[in-house]
C-alpha cells in the first residue's frame, strides 16, 4: 500500500526558509520511472505544480519557483525534503505530498496535505 | 501559465450522467495527452481517477470515463452515486517540467 505523509503545519516568517519532509511507503523512488515532489493550494493560484525528485536525484522544479527551491532525497529513509526560500504571505496554503508517475506525467498518490503558513 | 476553465459546480440526481469540462490552450491540452482528473473527498487526500485522457486506473469504476477534443478535456460520470459528491479537477502536462491545474468542480448529487 502507497502512502506519502508531510512533515507537521509549519509557521514561517516572511523571508524565512520553509523545510518539508515527505516520507513514503509502498514503493521504492529507485525503482524507476518515478517523482515524489509536492503541490500546492494557495488562496491566490489555487492549485500550483512545485517540483519533484527522482531516484536518480534529477530535480524537476516549477520554472516560476525554481530559483527558491532545493529538493534532496535519502532513500534509505524513504523521504523527500522540499526547501524554499524568501517565503512571503502568498505562499500560505496547503502542501501536497505527491508521487509523480513520469512516463505518462500524472500523480498517482497524494498526502492529505500540510498547511503552512507565513506570518510575521 | 493560466489555469485550466473548469465550471465553479456541476449537479446531477441519482443514476444520471453529468459531465465536467476543462478548457486550456494549444500549449497544454492542445498539445499533449498527458490529462488527468482527480476526485477530492472533503478532508480527504485527491484521488486519480483518469490518466492519459481516458484511462482508468485499477479500482476506478467504468462509469468514470474522459474525453478530449481540442483543447477541451472532459470528465463524464454515467450513473451518478452518492458517493460521486466531492471536489473534481484536471491536471495537464504544458511542457518544459511544468503542469497546469484546473480551477474545480464541486459535485453535488441531488
Known amino acids: 500500500q502507497v502512502t506519502l505523509r508531510e512533515s507537521s503545519p509549519a509557521l514561517v516568517k516572511p523571508t524565512q526558509t520553509l523545510t518539508l519532509t515527505c516520507s513514503f511507503s509502498g514503493f521504492s523512488l529507485t525503482s524507476g520511472g518515478l517523482c515524489v515532489g509536492w503541490i500546492r493550494q494557495t488562496p491566490g493560484k489555487a492549485l500550483e505544480w512545485v517540483g519533484c525528485i527522482d531516484g536518480d536525484g534529477d530535480k524537476f522544479y516549477s520554472p516560476s519557483l525554481k530559483t527558491r527551491l532545493t529538493f534532496s532525497r535519502d532513500t534509505s529513509r524513504n523521504q523527500v525534503v522540499l526547501t524554499m526560500t524568501s517565503m512571503d504571505q502568498v505562499d500560505t496554503g496547503i502542501y501536497y505530498c505527491?508521487?509523480?508517475?513520469?512516463?505518462?506525467?500524472?500523480?498517482?498518490?497524494w498526502g492529505q496535505g500540510t498547511l503552512v503558513t507565513v506570518s510575521s | 501559465q493560466s489555469a485550466l476553465t473548469q465550471p465553479p459546480s456541476a449537479s446531477g440526481s441519482a443514476g444520471q450522467s453529468l459531465t465536467i469540462s476543462c478548457t486550456g490552450t494549444?500549449?497544454?491540452?492542445?498539445?499533449?495527452?498527458?490529462i488527468s482528473w482527480y476526485q477530492q473527498r472533503p478532508g480527504k487526500a485527491p484521488k486519480l481517477i483518469i490518466h492519459e485522457i481516458s484511462r482508468r486506473p485499477s479500482g476506478v469504476p467504468d462509469r468514470f470515463s474522459g474525453s478530449k477534443t481540442g483543447t477541451t478535456a472532459s470528465l463524464t460520470v454515467s450513473g451518478l452515486q452518492p458517493e460521486d459528491e466531492g471536489d473534481y479537477f484536471c491536471i495537464s502536462y504544458a511542457g518544459n517540467n511544468n503542469y497546469v491545474f484546473g480551477t474545480g468542480t464541486k459535485v453535488t448529487v441531488l
Open positions: 505527491v508521487r509523480l508517475n513520469l512516463a505518462a506525467d500524472f500523480f498517482d498518490y
Open positions: 494549444s500549449n497544454d491540452i492542445g498539445e499533449y495527452k498527458y
